[in-house]
């Protein structure tokens, strides 16, 4: 079955810097998706790829799905305390969607 | 538009107890979800409705859960009798069908912890 490894698990970084979140799949994606989780709330979705070497950004968030289309990463520019929140990669498996272990983040003020 | 409602949003039991939540969509939202998330892990699919119809409880304990969707908008899950192991967030999302992007609708979740 396919499985969405995240990395890292998670991250603590300096308001201001940049960071990469990383999601790879053991199987070729056919629809990769991002989204944002805060503590004790439901999840909102950031972005959608489908298209090997796709990227799309959305205010200071990028994300980027490879040529083979079995990795993708988010990066975040000038990171600020509300980037914090745990992130989700999330894909259409052959009959469900399947969701990544997600990735923590703080940022320090 | 008024998002995903799910209540409770937290609920305390004990084990062998049993216990139900509920789920109501956006509207005209054909497509629900129910989803467990255990600390540290992401969500996982327990059932898939459209409409009310079953679309997918492959990974639905069915011994102890159940779910349905009567007349194909609210839902409810129900745990009996519950075990600690099912200490968790349970989310509820809802999409309109044959969307290009897919995008789920997610709700605030319930959290419940058994002790």
């Known amino acids: 079955s396919q499985e969405l490894e995240q990395s890292p698990q998670s991250l603590i970084v300096q308001e201001g810097k940049n960071l990469t979140i990383n999601c790879t799949s053991s199987?070729?994606?056919?629809?990769l998706y991002w989204y944002k989780q805060k503590y004790g709330e439901g999840l909102i979705f950031l972005m959608m790829?489908?298209?090997?070497?796709e990227e799309k950004s959305h205010e200071k968030i990028t994300a980027k799905l490879d040529e083979k289309k079995q990795q993708s990463s988010l990066h975040i520019t000038a990171s600020q305390p509300s980037h914090a929140g745990i992130y989700l990669c999330?894909?259409?498996?052959?009959?469900?969607?399947?969701f990544g272990t997600g990735t923590r983040l703080k940022v320090l003020a | 538009e008024a998002g995903v409602a799910q209540s409770p949003r937290y609920k305390i039991i004990e084990k062998r107890q049993s216990v139900a939540f509920w789920c109501n969509p956006i509207?005209?939202?054909?497509?629900l979800y129910w989803y467990q998330q255990i600390l540290g892990q992401g969500p996982k699919l327990l059932i898939q409705?459209?409409?009310?119809?079953?679309?997918?409880d492959s990974q639905l304990p069915k011994d102890r859960f159940s779910a349905e969707r009567l007349k194909g908008v609210d839902s409810t899950l129900k745990i009996q009798p519950a075990k600690l192991e099912d200490s968790a967030v349970y989310l509820c999302?809802?999409?309109?069908?044959?969307?290009?992007?897919?995008?789920?609708?997610f709700g605030p979740g319930t959290r419940l912890t058994v002790t």
């Open positions: 999302a809802s999409r309109l069908p044959g969307q290009i992007r897919e995008e789920q609708y």
């Open positions: 199987k070729t994606l056919y629809g």
């Open positions: 790829l489908q298209k090997g070497g």
């Open positions: 999330g894909a259409r498996g052959t009959y469900k969607y399947i």
């Open positions: 509207s005209g939202h054909a497509t």
């Open positions: 409705f459209q409409n009310n119809g079953v679309v997918d």
